[in-house]
């Protein structure tokens, strides 16, 4: 059903039914654009807030992406009709809008490009889409072959629907001075700043041809006519009508008569995408639509590609995590970091985690990442809520709202980054806010943490406002009094981390005065939020504890566990009790739900997260994001079995039934998986198919620190893994402060601790110190048999 290539590079669906939403995704620091395995699309581009050239109805212009992306017959996509003019016949590639029983179907994803190659009554049509590393335009070659052994003629009918531009002013017609479809909106608009700040938009959008077409349509409604998209009018001609769209709904559709002698091929080339003007047209058409230009932009890309590669290889007896760590992973992070997720404004939490991952891939952009945030820092310590990325860019949206968690993601998130780097100059940097003042990144944290101290009522609690790391929990707090019991922890967390920070410093006085802020923080978390099994999420506005064992809905969620293990909050008999009551409530064969038992009505003193579907989203899906922070504080304790289990979980098969309930290939990590999975089985684990989330930073950390247990501190590489206890060895190629690490782990009997030898010299200390870059180490690790 689907499977990776040998090598490893790509990955290959060979039916279009079994996984009908099953998509990739491309990008470049301009423009994004997922494709499923049938051909509908969803792109985005950056101009320099996001648009699109592609349209669908008019809620998909005020949101980016949607989960689980409903697909209808009039979606976006790229589409090819092919008609045998002898008979009649049709059928479309990739698969959709005509749905014809194909002969064969092959869909492969690559890091680099996205393909397809279709077969049908002996006429085979191979797909390739393509991108450029920085202009936005979409590159697509089409090969149609003749494998039926006998002439043919067949006419082929690219079909790229444009959609619903405007209601001030759309149009569309052939340009055969620019060689394909142009067409044109002008954005609505009402306000008169709008016409300034909009009249530089690229309102047209271009669908062009090395080739001079037949025939072609504009007008979308005229292709389709009385037969639907299934067996549109337009192809049922023998010739398309040449028309135009003048305000109606435009879309680019060309004819190309063919004659194929029995093993002939033809190659057309297409080019898709938005545009200012004419001029810039005539630019990309010059610079990209030829064999040499497709042809150098797929080495560009590719080398664009290239520089997400990850700091780990491994080898172990899962071959599917291998492939997906080794591959996909890395480029999951990279996406997040390089080009953080196509916004102007991204919530901070988000940008400094997305930024974390980098340190694992390319550590000079966690190190900006760090300074721009904190240029943004408030007079009173406090975080934005979103960070500023482009000139005269705007917080919009969620970004409008209070949240009061931004600050505890400044050292979890730097700790990664020291260790890997040693890079503690960094605290010394001098960074300049938009006041005009001057302080160290050193001071700028330490005074983050402090506003993080200030910020709890009077039982010694962080205050919520409208969200914390939950974004629609919106009412627990929003009259003033409500607070979170996750961010609670989380600022011990955070405190208890700067503490360490601080004693490497030599700042003694300020470490002990977060670690005692740390132990308070603990301490009020137990008075006012142990439940007897677990932790509370918080205390609403009116008093009220929620997420303990009296909720009928909402009774126990996640977060506050994971991170009384990471703050110190739980002593070890309370993690046990904690640690038994997820496994019986949140754990499921898709991995481990943020809370449970979903909620089915309106909590107005929780918020809106109550009001999202059951087991959707923050509602108790399995969030990988929060499963991701669960994972990492099991892997801090030792719980290396379990943490292994739900990780695993996270990533779509190995076996078809898997696959299918998900309805992803893996590629990617969602952002969540459907949960409910008492409430409701029957859709429990179905993939959102959204590929931003802060999840993937966080798996790296599990796979670099837990699992391999190849984590760097100041001094070097310790080395302390947690394989799982049915793997009797791994092989794991570690980059580290320029220096390569060969490690092979392997279970010996008679073992009794973990021994490491680096180059045949055991270590006493499992620490590989006074590292040299450009040097390549051979490390042998030996585990106990049951270690």
Not at 319 to 338: C, E, K, M, T
Not at 476 to 491: F, M, R
Not at 566 to 582: F, P, T
């Amino acid at each position: 059903m689907l499977h990776p290539t040998p090598n490893g590079e790509r990955f290959e669906l060979d039916n279009p039914l079994d996984l009908p939403r099953a998509a990739g995704f491309l990008w470049n620091r301009r423009m994004m654009i997922q494709v499923t395995c049938r051909g509908y699309a969803v792109a985005q581009f950056m101009q320099p807030e996001p648009a699109k050239y592609a349209y669908a109805p008019n809620l998909e212009a005020k949101t980016f992406m949607q989960p689980e992306q409903p697909y209808y017959a009039h979606h976006p996509g790229r589409f090819f009709y092919v008609k045998d003019e002898e008979t009649g016949e049709l059928f479309s590639a990739p698969y959709e809008p005509v749905r014809a029983k194909l002969d064969r179907y092959h869909f492969s994803l690559g890091k680099s490009d996205i393909r397809w190659s279709v077969e049908k009554n002996g006429i085979a049509l191979d797909l390739t889409l393509g991108l450029p590393a920085y202009d936005v335009v979409e590159l697509w070659s089409v090969q149609v072959r003749n494998t039926s052994g006998r002439p043919r003629r067949i006419s082929l009918y690219p079909y790229f629907p444009v959609g619903y531009m405007s209601w001030m002013n759309q149009s569309g017609q052939y340009r055969p001075d620019l060689g394909g479809i142009v067409t044109h909106c002008v954005t609505p608009y009402q306000k008169v700043a709008d016409y300034f700040k909009n009249r530089n938009f690229k309102d047209k959008t271009f669908f062009l041809a090395d080739q001079t077409p037949a025939a072609w349509e504009a007008k979308q409604e005229a292709f389709e006519g009385e037969g639907g998209l299934h067996h549109p009018t337009g192809v049922r001609q023998a010739e398309l009508s040449k028309g135009d769209a003048l305000y109606e709904t435009p879309a680019a559709i060309l004819q190309y008569r063919l004659q194929l002698a029995a093993g002939q091929s033809q190659t057309y080339r297409f080019i898709f995408g938005p545009a200012f003007d004419d001029a810039e047209i005539i630019t990309l058409r010059n610079k990209y639509l030829s064999a040499e230009g497709f042809a150098r932009t797929a080495a560009e890309y590719a080398g664009y590609m290239a520089q997400g590669k990850g700091c780990l290889k491994i080898e172990t007896p899962d071959a599917a995590l291998d492939n997906f760590v080794n591959n996909w992973l890395p480029r999951q992070i990279f996406y997040h970091g390089d080009v953080n997720r196509l916004t102007t404004d991204p919530q901070t939490r988000n940008y400094l985690q997305d930024n974390m991952g980098m340190s694992y891939l390319k550590p000079q952009v966690t190190r900006a990442a760090f300074l721009h945030a904190l240029s943004q820092q408030e007079a009173s310590g406090a975080m934005p809520d979103g960070i500023l990325l482009a000139e005269g860019a705007e917080l919009k949206y969620i970004n409008r709202i209070p949240h009061t968690d931004h600050c505890v993601w400044l050292p979890v998130c730097l700790q990664a980054y020291l260790d890997e780097t040693n890079d503690y100059g960094l605290l010394h940097e001098q960074v300049k806010d938009a006041e005009g003042h001057r302080r160290a990144v050193f001071e700028r944290i330490s005074h983050a943490m402090r506003w993080l101290l200030k910020a709890r009522d009077e039982r010694g609690l962080s205050y919520i406002a409208q969200g914390d790391w939950c974004d629609p929990m919106n009412m627990v707090g929003y009259q003033g009094k409500g607070v979170s019991g996750w961010l609670s922890l989380a600022t011990a967390y955070a405190l208890n981390l700067w503490a360490d920070i601080c004693a490497e410093e030599n700042a003694s006085q300020l470490a002990e005065e977060f670690k005692a802020g740390a132990e308070a923080v603990n301490r009020a978390v137990n008075t006012h939020l142990w439940d007897g099994q677990w932790f509370g999420r918080g205390i609403t506005d009116d008093g009220v504890v929620f997420g303990v064992g009296k909720d009928q809905e909402g009774r126990i969620f996640l977060n506050p566990q994971s991170w009384a293990i990471l703050s110190g909050a739980a002593s070890e008999a309370q993690r046990q009790l904690m640690i038994k009551a997820v496994a019986e409530q949140l754990e499921t064969p898709y991995g481990v739900m943020i809370l449970a038992p979903s909620f089915t009505a309106m909590r107005d003193d929780v918020g809106r997260v109550t009001q999202k579907f059951p087991g959707s989203a923050e509602n108790g899906s399995v969030y990988n994001h929060a499963a991701g922070f669960y994972i990492y504080s099991l892997y801090t304790i030792g719980e290396r079995d379990r943490a292994f289990r739900l990780l695993r979980q996270m990533i779509p098969g190995p076996d078809s039934a898997d696959y299918k309930q998900r309805g992803q290939l893996p590629v990617y990590i969602p952002n969540y998986y459907r949960g409910a999975y008492y409430q409701h089985p029957r859709t429990a684990g179905r993939s959102s198919q959204l590929f931003n989330t802060g999840t993937v930073s966080w798996v790296y950390r599990c796979l670099v620190e837990g699992l391999f247990g190849v984590k760097g501190d100041k001094q070097g590489l310790v080395i302390q893994p947690q394989l799982p206890s049915h793997w009797n060895q791994a092989q794991v190629t570690r980059e580290f402060r320029g220096a390569t690490f060969h490690v092979e782990m392997r279970r010996e009997a008679g073992t009794a601790n973990t021994q490491v030898a680096v180059d045949g010299q055991t270590l006493p200390d499992n620490k590989i110190t006074h590292i040299q870059a450009g040097k390549t180490y051979r490390v042998e690790v030996r585990i106990p048999e049951k270690g």
